[in-house]
């Protein structure tokens, strides 16, 4: 029951507090050029991925994000490369409901201009299989302490079958639904915590899923991180990138 609680309060507060990079090392610079950091007053609050050049893919718990930063490799500089957009309008699933369906959108101020350090990231259109090898980013803290990184971090991750992640998840209340894929690092505690929700879980170059939510404790193999699936919600991406 006291599992069951500290898993309910994780889902209760917002993406910024649920989510950060474990157990990852330091990405090549502007290696991910499709990596937004998603802001309020001038603070990191969320990842996000660029998909068209004035919308960013993230996750509808990451509510209150006024900015988007994009081309940068760390968030301590003002680096040559960096554009910086308002959101013009956030668009949250229409059937959110924490931690289901979410996924949002975020139509910027602007276009982006495509450059070396700012690309768009393709949506994985075919089904993600288990064991699937891909990989995570983000600039959320990096252990207990709570220290930023100086860089944008990144972790490998292997996806989970439906039925290995809800084994996993066996003794707390919680449906992995078929909207939802997992993964779990190469080693215990590395994955997505604090800061990161709403990071794209990148799978063969496409963006396969969005960080969502994780145990109580970040990275444990024991309750795998739920990304949502970027796939089963296709349709409602392309239906708003051509209407808003």
């Known amino acids: 029951m006291a ?14 507090d649920a989510s950060r990079i474990v ?5 090549a610079p502007h290696s991910r050029p499709y990596m937004a950091s998603l802001q309020a007053g001038g603070n990191h609050l969320c990842g996000g991925a660029l998909i068209k050049e004035d919308f960013v893919v993230t996750a509808a718990s990451c509510a209150g994000v006024t900015t988007v930063v994009l081309g940068v ?5 003002n680096e040559q490369t ?5 959101v013009f309008k956030s668009i949250p699933h229409p059937a959110y409901n924490n931690p289901k369906n979410d996924i949002m959108l975020l139509r910027l101020s602007s276009k982006a201009q495509l450059t070396e350090a ?4 393709p949506l994985m259109s075919g089904n993600l299989m288990p064991e699937s090898r891909c990989m ?11 220290i930023s990184p100086n860089r944008l971090q990144e972790v490998n991750v292997t996806t989970l079958s439906r039925r290995a992640c809800q084994r996993q998840w066996r003794d707390i209340d919680i449906d992995i639904a078929s909207s939802m894929v997992c993964g779990v690092g ?10 990161d929700a709403g990071s794209p879980l990148v799978c063969n170059g496409a963006i396969a899923g969005v960080a969502s939510f994780s145990g109580s404790r970040c990275g444990n193999p024991m309750t795998p991180d739920v990304y949502t699936r ?5 349709h409602w991406i392309t239906t708003v990138l051509k209407t808003s």
């Not at 599992?3 to 910024?16: D, E, K, N, P, T």
């Not at 157990?23 to 990405?27: F, L, P």
């Not at 970027?230 to 296709?234: A, E, R």
């Open 3 to 16: 599992v069951r609680l500290v898993l309910l309060l994780l889902f209760a507060i917002s993406g910024a």
């Open 23 to 27: 157990g990852g090392r330091d990405a």
């Open 73 to 77: 490799d760390s968030l301590q500089g």
């Open 82 to 86: 960096k554009q910086e957009f308002s």
């Open 118 to 121: 700012v690309q768009v990231i």
């Open 136 to 146: 995570t980013a983000g600039w959320g803290v990096i252990g207990d302490n709570m």
């Open 186 to 195: 190469d080693r215990p505690y590395q994955g997505f915590c604090q800061g």
């Open 230 to 234: 970027i796939s089963c919600f296709t």
